[in-house]
Nanobody, 125 residues
């Protein structure tokens, strides 16, 4: 069993900065991908940033050069640094740990997603 907890978020003015963090605990054997998503009222959930092991991070075009995703060495904590925030960045932000579980040296390996509870980010005009 894996438990994921998010922290950070809140209210910030336009052009301000905000940092989010997300921690996974429990039976974690191998991490495939860590990612941040967001969802605004009336809109579909959107992939904001993604980090694969040994690769450069991916960002949705609207946050490039403003947001930065990172993780700790154990890959059990991820971060999202948000700079130059805009009102359109307002949303509930969710972290996602994409984990390998089972016998991943042979048959029986599976991928399971664990999500944070969601944190509100509001950027005022």
């Amino acid at each position: 069993q894996v438990h994921v907890t998010e922290s950070g978020g809140g209210l910030v003015e336009t052009e301000g900065s905000l940092g989010l963090s997300c921690t996974a605990s429990g039976n974690i054997f191998s991490v495939n991908v860590v990612a941040w998503y967001r969802q605004a009222p009336g809109k579909e959930r959107e992939l904001v940033a993604r980090l694969r092991a040994g690769s450069s991070p991916d960002y949705v075009d609207s946050v490039k050069d403003r947001f930065t995703i990172s993780e700790d060495n154990a890959r059990k904590r991820m971060y999202l640094q948000m700079n130059s925030l805009k009102p359109e960045d307002s949303a509930v932000y969710y972290c996602d740990f994409d984990l390998f579980e089972g016998d991943c040296g042979g048959p029986g390996c599976s991928r399971v997603h664990y999500w944070g509870q969601g944190i509100q980010v509001t950027v005022s005009s």
